[in-house]
């Protein structure tokens, strides 16, 4: 690629850097490890919310199935440390030792077959990137080249994250069930409970995190981004510009797919267990609410409305248990009545112009984030022909 | 900067349980009832000053699983005030500090984690379905915090940090089969329940015990939680006629079940079949009606109709602190047990620290709990009668037998080892 | 000149060209023809089928029968975008331009290079597409606001936006679909005068009302009523042509 | 596995079969009306549907206990009274959620999605707040329990045939609505040209309003209708959102008898596997296929070709 200037304006390089600062610094000095821990956690869900303004804010597709490679990638992770928490020693009381104790728990004596790769290391983390990236390129070729979109996508998404849920529970030899992946202990060897080793995995999710967040502003400043946004607005023209559109959208549906994926797998590190609570269509929504309140356009938005949001669950439902719901439904109307552009609106229109001044900069450059009003951002173009 | 006790923290086997249990037995034999200072009943940093001692309640009071975990916080909060009118644990006072588990695993763990480590409470009475213990058990286990668990459940779990105050799976299940073995003549059984770790271990259970007395099983199943149309396994079980529908179904699926049950004309309250659920407790009758369910026996450890003095003080206390029109289900009355059962342990071991109490546990017994006697195994489940009752119109339920003897928990039967 | 064969000196050459849409056949058993060079303007009653013979000819629509081909290749098997690579462009008749994006980055997405999914990810603004940008904008009188948001423009300067993004792909022909609604007078004859331009080395399709501008710009006019060839020929010869003026010129 | 009955006691029980299918088929039709009106012919997504339908099920439980304390006499025929008064409340909040809230988001489809959820998760704790967390029981007259034997093992469930009976009124009384009345002429000019249908004098903030009211008052009575098979409780009205949207979807977002169609076509064959399978592989079976069929045919089972 060439220079930074090409993909990161000043205000964007600016923004990396506080979030650097704020992951890196401030937090890990502010938190005992106990909230950095959890703070962590609510970062996993940021790589979803991401991935959520590439393929929702600036694609137009919205899904509300994310849950389910957020499961993949976190059951992907959970199978490998599984495997290595059942050792024969460890599960010696087991009717069959070596296995992972719900299976035994359900009379299943060898490992399943899709088990068995989960025993490399090098397997799974490539299983994290490909698992979730196959499946979404299968759901999305189905539908994108037939022109599936907008509401219809969103309510076919949906019901795959409530097919796989089912599917999880019912399997509970093979999955765990609804109490899912539990008990997960070492990675090669290395206790993931220790204090330590949360500081550290808390480390790598923040620095994946970043790294997400400069291959997405890649991305984004490639042609690509801008024919994603262009796609949202104006699907024929793209196409009949000599683009296959379908590809693009696979495309963006994968990638962000991969991501939460990585979420999931870091999700998995750092809380040790992986359920499918995590799969179903409220936490996939509610991810949808992450992006929303950061800004559905804005990567960085993503990341602070994923821990915004979080951070207000975590202490409303400490204060007030039973208001924690009126809280979160009056967000989610808020975010789409009073200001759709979410906490990057804000700060686009007022701390913006403040900091640009500061900085002695002008101009933003042709940055589509800072368009005008977003009157009509989700173009729903609806698989049923129109006049 | 924190001070995280350096303790015994995987998983201990039984065996090396039983036996660090023998061993204190002894030294804990003088145990003292008197008031000392916080440093002396307290040598591990918990949350315990001069005159109080903090505790956690950790269920869902949002979510789906608020629906079930209402009455066991309503009755821990009513056993602390009564301990609290008696003066306390070791002359302290508890204070509680409720989290909400909001139906979310992980929330769950993410707060008990933070009753363990922030508020450093002594004890935490919490969780209901077995996913969310699931989830704060290694909470439990790394920051060594002591759980008094209150729900009936498939068992194959004995932690050292966790009280299981409800009845495990074989509790349950194999007094109940025998009962209707016996008394009802039952010989065929058609198993059904909801999807979930519980039913399926609880019917495998009971599969297991109704091939062992010789009967049959004619047939198994289950539906998603949350499942509202039961007419084809109604249809199912017409055909193949069982004498016992033996339903382990949960949560708002009862309600259509039995609902649609009683609407396709099986009666209950004639002898064919029968029907026998381990999972609907007087809280979830009322949900259900009691007419929809006249005639079902279910075999737990627990009736709100139970006739002893225990019983009737700990109903009309229930119904002075939370409403005359309120029922007492199983898991109710076990999750009043919890802070007995605590306050206990702490006494005999004359300190809040974890580690003494957990040692000081087993062998703890309760003679005024209100379901009779109980006793804490060595497995850190209770000793405890299994009950049946008949369901009646009212919604509560009539005893029709109970064990001569104390059922011994066995978490772990054969087969599951 | 109805000739029919397999293959053909035309540049399209449209043949049986039939669609129905449950039953009604809005397009019927059609015979047209394009020359190269040649601005071929369809007009017709509204309801004739004007504009889903241009939707055919790209593809949005799929034929229920007949053929079209497009340098003797055929287009009713290929997909919409393949037919563009092919050399066909396709202008709507609302202004259909990416209003988030600015007008030089409308163009740009428009260039015919990295157009897959790697190729947009690789692709480079460098002196090519620069200069192509430019010489474009300027063509459509819009050089002097390629830092502009397209949301901005007038409607006038939307529809001749729309028109350059077309001409940067080159098209051999070029399809318009009312090129000049809604456009002031002095904005029509620019556009007039743009696309006489623009007709070097390529043909030119135009679906249009304005019988003015038609007449200003028409090498060959066909009339389409009913989804069928009423009249066909230069814009004096139909306007001649009784049946045209008993269904269409006359009102 | 048949082997062990005679020939009648098989009959018997794919009569019954047939009919729980048939019961199947009521509950879906009337989960999915109200939500085909909302969405399909307005195409605004509602995803508190389900908390409309507990909204009508909390409505006739208060009628019922209100009754029993102060009408005992009239107990038997509540029931009716009480699927109006869930039919008007759930109309009346649905009226009061267009005006505050979807009216501004007709062009944004995929923001009422987002919306409406957070719309749900206030009334869900709306009604953990009022009426407490645990699941309310609703009682009901004598003449709505049990069931009418017509053979040994054929047994017609009561509730059965009232819900099915009310289906079909309440699908004719929409059909009439929709396709007969003057309402419904306007409601489908709004829908097909929100612009044209202005200019010609037609209200069209009224009639959104009026169809959107519409739509939530029949979840009301669908709810209403539900405490005879189902639960009560705050959350209950989840459950039944994915089900419904896959059936509106399914039949063809505009299309009313696709709404029938699709309904009937999926509660058959759930129920057929429900027969053979277990319950919970039955369900994924039938959402597979169901996802499988729209990602083949997106537009559904009914839909028109328009010209475009």
Known sequence: MTSL?????????????????????????????????????????AFVAIGLVLCWGKGGI???????????????????????????????????????????????????WFWEPFNSLTFTLLAIIVVPAVFAFIIGAAMFKRRVGGVYFAIITQAI????????????????????????????????????????????????????LVLCQIVLKSKLGRLLVAVRDQEDRVRFSGYDVSN????????????????????????????????????????????????????????????????????????????????????????????????????????????????????????????????DLTAAPSAKPAE | MRRVKDIVQSRMSRRSLLAGTAATAILMAAGTVSPSFADEVNTTGLAVTDDTVQVGILHSVTGTMAISETGSVQAEKLAIEQINAMGGVLGRKIEYIQEDGASDWPTFAEKAKKLLVNDKVAAVFGCWTSASRKAVLPVFEQYNGMLYYPTFYEGL???????????????????????????????????????????????????????????????????????????????????????????????????AFYKQLKAAGIDMTKEKPLLLTISVTEDEIRGIGGENIEGAYAAMKYFQSLDNENNKEFVSAFKEMWGEDIVIGDVTQAAYLGPWLWKAAVEKAGSFDIDKVRLASPGIELTTAPEGYVRVHENHHLWSKTRIGLAKTDGQYELVYETADLMEPDPFPEGYQ | MNTLSNNTDFLLSIENLTVSFDGFKAVNDLNLYVDENEIHVIIGPNGAGKTTVLDLICGRTKATDGSIKFRNKELTALREHEIVREGVGRKFQNPSIYEDLTVFENLELSFPRGRSVWGALTFQRDAEVETRVREIAEMVFLDALLDKQAALLSHGQKQWLEIGMLLIQDPELLMLDEPVAGMSVSERKQTAKLLNEITKGRSVMVVEHDMKFVEDIAHRVTVLHQGKILSEGSMATVQADPKVIDVYLGH | MFADYTWTELGSIFAMQGFAGLILFSVFVLMALGLAIIFGQMGVINMAH???????????????NLVEAYAPSLFGVYFFFAMALAFLAAGALGALVEWSLIRHLYKRPLDTLLATWGLSLILQQAYRSIFGAREVGVSLPNWLLGSVPLTDIIEIPINGIFV?????????????????????????????????????????????????????????????????????????????????????????????IGTIASSFAISQAQSTMEFFLSGSMAKVLTLLTVVGILMLRPEGLFSLKIRR
């Open chain 1, 5 to 45: 200037k090409s993909f990161m304006s000043r205000q964007e390089l600016l923004g990396l850097l506080v979030i650097a600062a704020v992951l890196f610094v401030v937090m890990p000095l502010a938190m005992d490890i106990f909230r950095l821990n959890l703070f962590g956690k609510y970062l996993t869900y």
């Open chain 1, 62 to 112: 919205l899904s509300l199935g994310q849950g389910v490679f957020f499961g993949l990638g976190g059951y992907c992770m959970a199978m490998y440390l599984k495997l290595e928490a059942s050792t024969p020693e460890a599960t010696a009381i087991q009717s069959t030792p070596g296995i992972p104790d719900f299976m035994d728990w359900n009379q299943i004596t060898a490992l399943p």
């Open chain 1, 161 to 212: 994250a409530a097919i796989l849920t089912i599917l999880i529970i019912g399997q509970q030899g093979y999955t765990g069930g609804v109490n899912g992946i539990t008990d997960l202990r070492t990675l090669k060897g290395w206790d993931i409970r220790t204090d330590e080793a949360k500081y550290i995995l808390y480390y790598v999710n923040g620095a994946l995190l970043i790294g997400v």
């Open chain 1, 248 to 375: 693009i959208k696979i495309f963006v549906f994968c990638f962000a797919a991969v991501l939460s994926a990585i979420g999931g797998a870091m999700f998995t590190l750092q809380v040790g267990f992986m359920s499918p609570s995590f799969v179903g269509i409220v936490p996939s929504i509610e991810m949808v609410i992450f992006c929303a309140v950061g800004g559905r356009l804005s990567i960085f938005g993503a990341v602070y409305g994923t821990l915004l949001v979080n951070w207000a669950k975590t202490t409303f439902s400490e204060t007030f248990p039973e208001l924690w719901l009126f809280g979160l439904g009056a967000l989610f109307i808020a975010v789409v009545l009073v200001f759709p552009n979410g906490l990057s609106g804000l700060y686009q229109s007022y701390l913006a112009p403040l900091v640009d001044r500061f900085m002695g900069g002008k101009g933003r450059g042709s940055d589509p984030d800072t368009s005008p009003p977003a009157a």
């Open chain 2, 157 to 255: 779990e004995q932690s050292p940090n966790v009280i299981y105050t409800g009845q495990e799976a074989t509790q349950q299940i194999i007094a109940g089969i025998d009962w209707v073995a016996k008394e009802k003549g039952a010989k065929s059984f058609y198993l059904l329940g909801s999807d979930y770790i519980w039913p399926r271990t609880s019917n495998k259970i009971a599969r297991k015990h109704i091939e062992k007395l010789g009967h049959k099983v004619v047939g198994e199943e289950y539906y998603p939680l949350g499942h509202t149309q039961f007419n084809s396994v109604i249809n199912k079980i017409k055909l193949k006629k069982p004498d016992v529908i033996y339903a382990i179904v949960v949560g708002g699926s009862n309600v």
């Open chain 4, 50 to 64: 389900g908390e409309f339908m507990i909204l009508g099920a909390y409505v006739t439980y208060l009628c019922s």
């Open chain 4, 164 to 256: 099915m009976v009310l289906t079909f009124v309440i699908a004719i009384g929409v059909y009439f609505i929709l396709f007969r009345s003057r309402m419904g002429m306007q409601t489908r000019a709004v829908v097909q040209n929100r612009v044209m249908a202005g200019a010609v004098g037609i209200n069209t903030e009224k009639v959104d309003r009026h169809t959107f009211a519409l739509g939530c008052g029949i979840a009301g009575i669908a709810g209403s209708a539900f405490t005879m098979i189902g639960s009560t409780g705050p959350t209950a009205g989840q459950l039944y959102i994915v089900d419904t949207f896959l059936i509106v979807v399914f039949g063809g977002a505009a299309s009313l």
